[in-house]
C-alpha cells in the first residue's frame, strides 16, 4: 500500500496533466538540471509555465518528435535530467526507434510524460488516441513504466522518480479523471494499492479507469456484488508477489484500461496468473483489439463501455459465463 499522508493536495480535481505542469516547476526550483523539451506542443502538455520560469531551460525541437528523444538521450550525458513531453501517440510510434535504440539501449535517465492518453483526445479519432503506449514502452528493457490515476498520485509519482536510475515513461490523459487520491502521499513504485477490499470479485484498473471503475463498485453494489478494486499505477516494475497475494483472495478478476487489451495492463496480469498458476476466472477489459472512432470523450467512453455502466454491465456478464 501506498504510504498516505494527512495533507489535503492542492492537486484535487485537476487533469493529470495540468498537475504535471505545476510540479514540474515544483521540482526545476529543486533542481537545477532539470531540462523540459516539447515538439511545438508546450501549451497542451502543460510546460507553458515551466518555459517562462526557466526560459534557458526549455527546449521546443519544433514538430520533430524523433528530435524530441534524441535530444533529451543526449542532454543527459551532459548530466541533465530531460522530460519529454508529447501526446502519447507520438511518444509511443513516431519516436519508437530512438525511444529503443538511443535512451533504452543506453539505460539514460530521459523522463517521457506523455499526455493525451487512451480515447481522451475524443473528436481527433484514431490518430490521436493512444492504446499501443503501454505495449510499447513495457516491452524497452530498463523502462519503468507508471500511469498514474489522478492529478494526486501524478505528482506523488513525478517527485519519487526524479532521481530513478534508467529511462521513465508516464502515462497522462487529456481530461480531468474521476478524483482518487485527495492527500498527498509518497509512491511506492512497483506497489499495488488495494482501494476497496470487496469479496469474490475484484476489478483491476489503471490510469483515468481507476476513477471509472471506483463508481463501478458503487453500481455493483446495487445488483448484489461487492467487488474490490485494486490500483496499479506501475506498470512496470511491478511487484508481483504483492500482487499474487492480493489476487488468491479472489476467485473471479477483471482488468480495466484505457489500452487495447493486447499487451497493456491486462496482459501484464495474465502473465501474472499463468506463472503463478492461480486458479481464477479472468478477463481483460478495455479497447478490444479494434481501431477507434472520433467522438465527445464522454460518448466515447459509454460506446466502448469504459464507464462505471459498462464495467458493471461487463462485470455482470463475465460473472454469468
Do not use: C, W
Request: hydrophobic share 40%; proline share 4%.
Amino acid at each position: 500500500m501506498n504510504d498516505k499522508k494527512q495533507t489535503q493536495s492542492p492537486l484535487v480535481g485537476l487533469p493529470s496533466r495540468k498537475a504535471y505542469g505545476k510540479v514540474i516547476v515544483e521540482l526545476g526550483h529543486q533542481y537545477d538540471n532539470i531540462v523540459a523539451l516539447s515538439a511545438d506542443l508546450a501549451g497542451s502538455v502543460n510546460l507553458a509555465e515551466f518555459s517562462k520560469v526557466f526560459p534557458d531551460r526549455f527546449i521546443n525541437v519544433g514538430v520533430a518528435e524523433q528530435d524530441l528523444m534524441g535530444v533529451s538521450a543526449g542532454l543527459t550525458l551532459a548530466g541533465k535530467i530531460p522530460y519529454a513531453s508529447t501526446y502519447a501517440v507520438f511518444s509511443a510510434l513516431r519516436s519508437a526507434e530512438q525511444v529503443r535504440t538511443d535512451i533504452g539501449y543506453n539505460g539514460l535517465p530521459v523522463r517521457i510524460v506523455s499526455t493525451h492518453s487512451g480515447i481522451t483526445f475524443g473528436v481527433a479519432g484514431a490518430t490521436h488516441q493512444a492504446l499501443e503506449d503501454l505495449s510499447f514502452f513495457r516491452t524497452i528493457p530498463g523502462m519503468a513504466v507508471f500511469s498514474p490515476a489522478d492529478a494526486v498520485e501524478t505528482a506523488a509519482i513525478l517527485r519519487k522518480t526524479v532521481n530513478l536510475d534508467g529511462p521513465v515513461y508516464i502515462r497522462l490523459s487529456r481530461v480531468a479523471e474521476k478524483t482518487v487520491y485527495t492527500q498527498e502521499f509518497d509512491y511506492q513504485i512497483g506497489q499495488p494499492d488495494l482501494l476497496v477490499p470487496g469479496e469474490d470479485v475484484l476489478l483491476i484498473a489503471t490510469g483515468i479507469e481507476v476513477g471509472e471503475s471506483l463508481d463501478a463498485v458503487e453500481l455493483l453494489k446495487e445488483k448484489g456484488v461487492n467487488a474490490g478494486l485494486l490500483n496499479i499505477s506501475t506498470i512496470k516494475p511491478l511487484n508481483t508477489q504483492a500482487v499474487i497475494d492480493i489476487l488468491k483472495n479472489y476467485k473471479t478478476l477483471m482488468t480495466v484500461e484505457q489500452h487495447n487489451i493486447v499487451n497493456g495492463l491486462g496482459s501484464a496480469i495474465a502473465e501474472i496468473i499463468a506463472e503463478a498458476n492461480l486458479n481464477l476466472k479472468f478477463h481483460r477489459h478495455g479497447i478490444m483489439d479494434i481501431f477507434t472512432t472520433s467522438g465527445p470523450y464522454q460518448d466515447l467512453l459509454s460506446y466502448y463501455k469504459l464507464d462505471p455502466a459498462g464495467i458493471r454491465d461487463t462485470l455482470l456478464q463475465v460473472l454469468d459465463s
